[in-house]
């Protein structure tokens, strides 16, 4: 994959239909990965990553497996197949080795119609911490398939080793795995920071809180200055939702997207046209404001209960927010920031 500045890589998560419209702009906003459960053979001038759920399979497939492959079932403790997102999915065992050869033959179809790689979903280190309210929790028998993690390992080494292709899973809200990491090419951080409760028809979105975000961006960040893809997926519907994702999410060097629930549509947000050039420092830390400077502007974020005001020295004499306002400064600017409030000045009008 082409070496994109850290202030404009985006990762786009879109499980809609590839239309004339949406090609249209992914090209022209220059995104350069593309997260798809689409059938349709993708662009060949962008890198796009083939879609699959590793956890299990729809509910309209569970009576065959049932009659073909009932060992690959996991099951409550009450004997009820394990169910998940809605109930319209069970849990299969990916210990099982013709489950795996299963999800081997639909990433292998993936690739032969011009997928650049695959993007493993519902991701887990242990399958006990699985629960509500979307999740059930499933009986798995460690002592007869060791542990689950190392089965799921051994199936990103098998898609590594036998395709070449590129693999990034999704870590949900957890720390990346360790031992997942030396295999995979990357990883997706989701509601990070923004996330959202509820249904899909009415969700209720927040910001989770700030000391598990930091924790799991610091570990990230060590593998995003690896080179490894890490992208941070934020879900939100308001203009503070936007600015304070996108500067949570530009202190580090990750991929952004932001999206609501609904990942069939792309969102028309300003902070996914922003094109901030590479970095000119890590970020900083003055009071409780997070700041990082950028060739073409500058992010800040105040994840704190309480406002905050600093002043940063800054290598421009005018700054622009998205909104078109023009601020005359003289290479040093005051910061004022609300709680849980983020910030983006740009040296170009968007």
């Given at each position: 994959?082409?070496?994109?500045?850290?202030?404009?890589?985006?990762?786009?998560?879109?499980?809609?239909?590839?239309?004339?419209?949406?090609?249209?702009?992914?090209?022209?906003?220059?995104?350069?990965?593309?997260?798809?459960?689409?059938?349709?053979?993708?662009?060949?001038?962008?890198?796009?990553?083939?879609?699959?759920?590793?956890?299990?399979?729809?509910?309209?497939?569970?009576?065959?497996?049932k009659?073909?492959?009932?060992?690959?079932?996991?099951?409550?403790?009450?004997?009820?197949?394990?169910?998940?997102?809605?109930?319209?999915?069970?849990?299969?065992n990916?210990?099982?080795?013709?489950f795996?050869?299963?999800?081997?033959?639909?990433?292998?179809?993936l690739?032969?119609?011009?997928?650049?790689?695959?993007?493993?979903?519902?991701?887990?280190?242990?399958?006990?911490?699985?629960?509500?309210?979307?999740?059930?929790?499933?009986?798995?028998?460690?002592?007869?398939?060791?542990?689950?993690?190392?089965?799921?390992?051994?199936?990103?080494?098998?898609?590594?080793?036998?395709?070449?292709?590129?693999?990034?899973?999704?870590?949900?809200?957890?720390?990346?795995?360790?031992?997942?990491?030396?295999?995979?090419?990357?990883?997706?951080?989701?509601?990070?920071?923004?996330s959202?409760?509820?249904n899909?028809?009415?969700?209720?979105?927040?910001?989770?809180?700030?000391?598990?975000?930091?924790?799991?961006?610091?570990?990230?960040?060590?593998?995003?200055?690896?080179?490894?893809?890490?992208?941070?997926?934020?879900?939100?519907?308001?203009?503070?939702?936007?600015?304070y994702?996108?500067?949570?999410?530009?202190?580090?060097?990750?991929?952004?997207w932001?999206?609501?629930?609904?990942?069939?549509?792309?969102?028309?947000?300003?902070?996914?046209?922003?094109?901030?050039?590479?970095?000119?420092?890590?970020?900083?830390?003055?009071?409780?404001?997070?700041?990082?400077i950028?060739?073409?502007?500058?992010?800040?974020?105040?994840?704190?209960?309480?406002?905050?005001?600093?002043?940063?020295?800054?290598?421009?004499?005018?700054?622009?927010d998205?909104?078109?306002?023009?601020?005359?400064?003289?290479?040093?600017?005051?910061?004022?920031?609300?709680?849980?409030?983020?910030?983006?000045?740009?040296?170009?009008?968007?």
């Amino acid at each position: 994959m082409k070496s994109t500045p850290v202030g404009d890589r985006y990762a786009v998560v879109y499980y809609g239909k590839l239309t004339s419209d949406i090609l249209k702009l992914i090209r022209e906003r220059g995104y350069d990965l593309w997260i798809s459960s689409s059938a349709i053979r993708p662009p060949k001038d962008v890198v796009t990553i083939g879609y699959i759920n590793t956890l299990g399979l729809p509910v309209r497939m569970l009576d065959w497996v049932k009659k073909n492959h009932p060992d690959w079932i996991l099951y409550t403790k009450n004997g009820e197949p394990a169910k998940y997102w809605f109930k319209t999915a069970f849990m299969c065992n990916i210990a099982v080795e013709s489950f795996q050869d299963y999800l081997m033959d639909r990433i292998k179809d993936l690739v032969s119609r011009g997928f650049s790689g695959v993007f493993l979903d519902d991701i887990h280190e242990d399958p006990k911490w699985i629960g509500g309210p979307l999740y059930d929790t499933p009986v798995y028998d460690e002592s007869k398939y060791g542990k689950w993690i190392d089965a799921i390992v051994n199936f990103a080494r098998r898609v590594k080793e036998e395709l070449g292709i590129t693999v990034i899973y999704n870590a949900g809200w957890s720390k990346p795995i360790p031992k997942l990491m030396e295999v995979v090419d990357g990883v997706m951080l989701e509601s990070h920071p923004g996330s959202w409760r509820g249904n899909l028809e009415n969700p209720e979105y927040y910001y989770r809180e700030w000391d598990n975000i930091y924790e799991v961006s610091l570990v990230a960040q060590k593998y995003a200055k690896e080179d490894k893809i890490v992208i941070a997926l934020s879900y939100g519907n308001t203009k503070g939702a936007e600015l304070y994702t996108y500067a949570v999410t530009r202190l580090f060097d990750f991929y952004y997207w932001y999206a609501t629930p609904d990942l069939s549509k792309i969102v028309d947000a300003k902070v996914l046209k922003i094109r901030l050039g590479e970095p000119l420092a890590e970020y900083a830390k003055i009071d409780n404001i997070y700041y990082r400077i950028y060739e073409r502007g500058l992010v800040a974020v105040n994840p704190s209960s309480r406002p905050c005001s600093i002043e940063v020295e800054v290598p421009w004499n005018r700054l622009y927010d998205l909104d078109g306002r023009s601020y005359s400064i003289n290479k040093r600017i005051k910061l004022n920031l609300s709680p849980e409030e983020g910030l983006v000045l740009l040296t170009y009008n968007v």
